[in-house]
């Protein structure tokens, strides 16, 4: 199988860090396939980075190496890590990006990356992604054992990851992510709402409170709502997600990242 | 040759859409080389992707599979699609987004996708993108034979696309498109003016009549034109385009995408 | 090794035009891998494309062929070139756009492309990304001879760049680009303060001077700056950097790209 890397920045289109990144690799091996996850990401939004990373990772074929680089600290202290799981390699900074890596995965192993023989000749402070992370990633993918870049580690970074409570008849979670469509991301998951329905989903039971509007009901596809209509789904990431067909809900709904969100069961 | 597959989307560039469809198709076969047509397509536009993905799509080799997902009515009874022509394969949904490829087709065959084992396992409603299409792309573009993803259709969707209308020596056409440059591109092309340049073009006595603006003669090239100065040329698609030169007919002139335009030819 | 070429542009990514480019290139050498520089060059902006193509062109492999197309000139007498160094082909237009290539490479060759067998077939005025320089470079990377395309010439064109001059212990330059950061780059680079550092950098005593406000000191890293605090660092291309620790230097400062910066060493 060819050597398949994934990019995850906040380094944009406009300017050529990405591409740096990518020559980089293609140096080192250039029969590497090079798939931008994104490099979109709001500038030093680590979280934000972590949730994209994590909605399109698992797609990929076993063995990709998902090189993900928000940086905020780079140059200074914070380690280069290198996360094993049971399919895929990440490199980043130990900043936390790899947060929700750690709670999907079944097994992990975190190398500090220390052997700096692997990186740019003379890296400087301010782009690891050119001289350490993207080297790395190369070298991985072509094919240099995870051990060798360094020793493991324990006490890597966790981003403090707020769950959704469940009180009675009701899950209150909140918005986590807004997409480009305007859709509003919950961090409540179809597992949440399981022990509510014994006897199978009955969505049409269920009621969403977000920023002062009430949602009746769960939809099972965008279009079974009105253009125009606020509604709330079950997205393709499982999870809870508002939405205005054919429209944007962010524009309708004044509701931002953080904002509280309510599910009611009302049987 | 490798398999190829183009990707035409709203799917935008932040978030992991499109990427998760990558992933999808690299897992089918990692050998695939996958180009982005665009994913940056106007939510839901359907003509914005029709119309984008038919200036780009007869420049590829001969076996490319056109991946396009604009798709509105995702999850409803909308069909998925195959259209096959004598040189490339087309894959998404019904919905009218390949009408300017049944124009331009000698002969097409359009395959309604009912192989439900070709999709991912337990696909959703939400992102028949990543669910659907991709595998059925990626399985394509492996050299599976169309017929074997379902019965051909002869009832699939065609948007409505207006044509131009000449009367007298002057016709009457609309624009289709306002790209990156705010360059305004209309419907009438470099064929309508045919019959009027019987001994040859004679661009000088051309006018363009759009938003109250009136432009006399046709340019060869943008160059031409002095900065600032409005300027019409047939473009490199053959289609008669408003432009400013070095600077933005779109911000100068306010007009919208179906604003009418005449030429009138004076000989 | 395996073709490969890269993207600089102002085609954007919404468009298909920098798709059809890379289509075309696909059907002459589908093995080639294509990696976008960056499309998203502020439209016309030679200089701009002409810095962001040299702070990445040399991190790619020997050999590879950077295809680079600004062109508000294309269709009148400005010329198609190939440009050769020891390690790179560049092809675009003879508009400037290579001017730092000139100034960076040991020996360049210039070749003035004439022979048209190697264009698309009837080549338009307005689309020489997709016609001309499109298929040039996908026959190069190929393997065909650059002298193949044309003769060599002496007389292409040079962007007036200015440098930063020195005047006792201070260094004059200017702001050259805006990253996608905040962060406003400068011409003064590392190698003009080397002279002030004869026995090692002492970046605690320097001081930069912009648009009215005072930076003390040069940061190694961008995290030893506090969050909103104005810092000064030479960055991954070696340049005098004005930045602003987790927030955007540019809308904290109202500096546009020519404004003047002044670095003073109080030693």
Do not use: C
């Not at 580690?153 to 009675?168: H, R, W």
């Not at 998951?189 to 969505?203: C, H, I, L, R, S």
Request: net charge neutral.
């Amino acid at each position: 199988m060819p050597a398949l890397i994934t990019l995850t920045t906040d380094f944009g289109a406009k300017d050529a860090f990405a591409a740096s990144m990518k020559g980089v690799i293609l140096k080192i091996n250039p029969q590497t396939q090079i798939i931008d996850i994104s490099n979109e990401i709001t500038p030093q939004d680590i979280w934000e980075a972590a949730f994209t990373l994590r909605s399109a990772y698992s797609h990929f074929p076993k063995g990709t190496v998902h090189l993900a680089v928000v940086d905020p600290g780079v140059g200074s202290g914070r380690r280069p890590i290198i996360v094993v799981t049971e399919s895929f390699y990440f490199v980043g900074p130990d900043n936390g990006l790899f947060s929700l890596i750690y709670q999907d995965a079944e097994r992990i192993r975190v190398h500090h990356i220390t052997s700096t023989h692997y990186f740019l000749p003379n890296p400087g402070p301010t782009f690891h992604g050119r001289d350490v992370f993207a080297p790395v990633a190369g070298w991985l993918a072509k094919g240099i054992p995870s051990g060798n870049f360094g020793e493991e580690i324990t006490d890597y970074t966790k981003l403090n990851i707020p769950v959704p409570k469940t009180a009675g008849n009701s899950i209150e979670g909140h918005i986590v992510h807004i997409d480009r469509f305007g859709n509003l991301i919950t961090n409540i998951t179809f597992k949440d709402v399981q022990p509510f329905m014994a006897e199978g989903p009955d969505p049409g039971v269920a009621t969403v409170a977000v920023a002062g509007k009430e949602i009746k009901g769960l939809k099972k596809f965008y279009a079974e709502a009105t253009p125009g209509e606020l509604g709330a789904i079950f997205n393709s990431s499982g999870a809870l997600e508002i939405f205005m067909y054919r429209q944007n809900a962010r524009t309708a709904l004044p509701a931002k990242r953080g904002e509280v969100v309510r599910l009611t069961m009302t049987r």
